[in-house]
């Protein structure tokens, strides 16, 4: 993998500024202004073949290092076997060294060190910069490498998802995010998609609760490698307590703006070498269920050369990135961490690269909205409301994002509906079979149940009950079956005395267990063998900790 021009040109032209300032003044002082740029131009190109070479040079260092690492690895990976399984949990922090692009665990290297290798001691250049604008890591030989708490390193997905998280002084929206992003993706999406979640706390404790708290939420996305939770070294930050106050700011909000740029690079740098595209979230958003769908659709219609597509107009809510130009993107941000917030460094990047001093600003913003692209609607909305800077409330909406659907309405036929489950405010059971709102209850026990009792027996073909919405993605109904009861009494006496023919359970009350809530949602056809069905009922199997949400009812009967 070669290094781009883009990633040593800052270093470079930093290096010939002193020199070329001095030849300027002289040479504007004799008028001739030719002769300036022709020099310029001649001393500039020299420097871009010298870091050409250096470039071609530096490839052929880190393949050969590549090779070298993976040779001693497999060596000792047949010596023991204990090294060859990566087990991630929240009491054991896992660190890796990366090279060229591959992710190779510190444990199965053991001892090994660079000089064993006889190898040189070079970094990939995007990582050898920040010791440049970070020179406190110089004096730490880990601190770029995250500690992984876990995930299953999947790489070459099409889109990798971003969310920084840190500690809030009272609510946690991280949890919620991630339901919503998570809400009615299909698998083959989750395939083709990673979502990193970087607790950028050094307290250890904090970061565990917080991984915990994911693992417990989500244990098939956590065990198929769609999410992956990394935190950095303590000796990643460097010293917040001198940081010189600018814009009028607050020394907290200095200080807090100064990290989050520094968390933002972090996870840049770990994310780049995973996917296609990078996206950027926050941990208090909720997310449009077919957003990713319309992220691919949008970047796959774009013919120019962009640099972000923005999906929200709300800060640094759903900017996307390619990420082969996340380390140059870092780069600049590490340049100017300490003087003004990442969404402004954005558009002065953008500044850099295409406004021309000497036209005005119309033709400046011109420039940028080639390289910055608005999709509209926005596919994400801010919920936050209490900010990660202690003591500020943020009450930030974006007005592109739309209306949320929190239900859907569909042609029920009648019945009397009861629950067991204590209902919230005007959210009725009869809201959500009619269609005009959405049901909604405190977090259900054991033995609690909904239950749909039909006027008439009724010939139903098929069964649909989602629970959760988009604001509140994470009440769904959990370890909750659906169960009809045939309305022929002779039928059901014989499932209680007899037994099943229809291979489905039986309960004392002869309701049969046709299905169950995967995932929030339970769907399904009903054996036209049952005959006519009395009633359909969701029973609750075990107390859940979370409240519950049915947004859509569905009986399809024959008549409907």
Known sequence: MRLRLGQVLPALCLGAAFPLLWYAVWQGSRGNYLDMY??????????????????????????????????????????????????????????????????????????????????????????????????????????????????????????????????????????????????????????????????????????????????????????????????????????????????????DRVRWRTKQNLDYSFLMLYAQPKGTFYLQLEDDIIAKPDYIESIKSFAAQQSQDWMVLEFSQLGFIGKLFKSEDLPFIVDFFL???????????????????????????????????????????????????????????????????????????????????????RIYQQYTLEKVYKGEDCFWASAPVAGDYIRFTFLNPLEVEKYLFRSGNLEHPGDKLFNTTVEVLPADETLRKELHYNGNKFNYPATKAGYLKIGAFENGIAEGNINKSIGRIQAIRLSVSSDSPFWAILSEVLIKTSEN
């Open 335 to 421: 340049m100017f961490y300490k003087d003004k917030p990442i969404d402004w460094l954005i558009d002065h990047l953008l500044w850099v690269k295409v406004c021309n001093p000497e036209k005005d600003a119309t033709h400046c913003e011109k420039e940028k909205s080639k390289l910055r692209i608005r999709a509209k609607p926005s596919l994400f909305q801010h919920m936050g409301i209490y900010s990660s800077l202690s003591g500020k409330i943020q009450i930030l909406k974006d007005k592109d994002f739309g209306k949320n659907l929190l239900y859907k309405a569909h042609n029920n036929p009648p019945a009397k509906l009861d629950t067991s489950l």
């Open 38 to 251: 022709q020099y310029q131009l001649l001393e500039l190109q020299q420097r871009l073949l010298y870091a050409e070479k250096e470039n071609i040079k530096r490839s052929h260092e880190l393949s050969s290092a590549l090779d070298e690492i993976k040779h001693i690895v497999a060596r000792r990976m047949n010596v023991t076997k204990n090294h060859t399984a990566m087990f991630y949990d929240t009491t054991e922090i896992e660190r890796f060294i990366v090279v060229n692009g591959t992710k190779l665990p510190w444990t199965i290297l053991g001892d090994i060190k660079w000089k064993d290798l006889n190898l040189p001691r070079k970094l990939p250049m995007h990582l050898t910069n920040m010791y440049y604008y970070l020179p406190h890591l110089r004096e730490y030989v880990d601190a770029i490498f995250p500690n992984v708490i876990f995930g299953q390193q999947r790489t070459g997905v099409s889109l990798v998802m971003g969310i920084p998280t840190v500690k809030r002084e009272k609510q946690n929206y991280l949890i919620d995010t991630l339901h919503s992003l998570l809400y009615q993706l299909s698998e083959e999406q989750k395939k083709d998609c990673i979502i990193i979640i970087f607790i950028a706390e050094v307290n250890t404790e904090y970061v565990k609760s917080i991984a915990e708290s994911v693992k417990t939420s989500f244990p098939r996305e956590v065990q198929s490698g769609v999410l992956e939770v990394i935190s950095p070294p303590a000796s990643y930050y460097p010293d917040f307590s001198n940081l010189e106050k600018t814009l009028g700011d607050s020394e």
